[in-house]
T-cell receptor, first 117, second 113 residues
């Protein structure tokens, strides 16, 4: 049972254009969402997060949008740069739901982003 | 500020053996989580430790175990290795309050022959 899904295994965009990575979840208890970037032979690096009380969070070129009714979130990268080429993972947690899932993240399968010069 | 350090980075074992992986969290971080990454299953949660106590456990067999020491360093052990245990094992640390992201190490690449 995959509770977090990234349905696009790969995405290719031109430098300077917008990259949009999508993620869907099924567990209504998830209330905190994160995006990680991963290069080969390295651990995931945190990019940006959003709490379920918000519908948008921005950090520089990165913006995450959350649509709770659709159980969908997306990561927008504007403008895309060749250095952004990596695997992007969406992750979710029931962190604030009164549970004990502090360090437990449920990850999607990842989307390989390639930004062409 | 030093990041999360995992040792060893690479190791090769044979079926039936056991392995111990080590993780030193970022200074001040008291929560340590372990994840397994495989091509087929993606990143899967193994367990989390806080103050030397296991706080959360994923869906893995009892061959996978861990512990945390008083200095927050953590080890995980896999006994009776199987071919399917070949994976990248990632450790992550965080503040204990459950707010904020996990900081991952570079991982330990285990190959079981």
């Amino acid at each position: 049972d995959q509770q977090v899904k990234q349905n696009s295994p790969s995405l290719s965009v031109q430098e300077g254009r917008i990259s949009i990575l999508n993620c869907d979840y099924t567990n209504s208890m998830f209330d905190y969402f994160l995006w990680y970037k991963k290069y080969p032979a390295e651990g995931p690096t945190f990019l940006i997060s959003i709490s379920s009380i918000k519908d948008k969070n921005e950090d520089g070129r990165f913006t995450v949008f959350l649509n709770k009714s659709a159980k969908h979130l997306s990561l927008h990268i504007v403008p895309s740069q060749p250095g952004d080429s990596a695997v992007y993972f969406c992750a979710a947690s029931a962190r604030f739901a009164g549970g004990t899932s502090y360090g437990k993240l449920t990850f999607g399968q990842g989307t390989i982003l390639t930004v062409h010069p | 500020k030093a990041g999360v350090t995992q040792t060893p980075r690479y190791l090769i074992k044979t079926r039936g053996q056991q392995v111990t992986l080590s993780c030193s969290p970022i200074s001040g971080h008291r929560s340590v989580s372990w994840y397994q990454q495989t091509p087929g299953q993606g990143l899967q949660f193994l367990f989390e430790y806080f103050s030397e106590t296991q706080r959360n456990k994923g869906n893995f067999p009892g061959r996978f175990s861990g512990r945390q020491f008083s200095n927050s360093r953590s080890e995980m052990n896999v006994s009776t290795l199987e071919l399917g245990d070949s994976a990248l094992y990632l450790c992550a640390s965080s503040f204990p309050q459950g707010i904020g992201e996990l900081f991952f190490g570079e991982g330990s690449r285990l190959t079981v022959l």
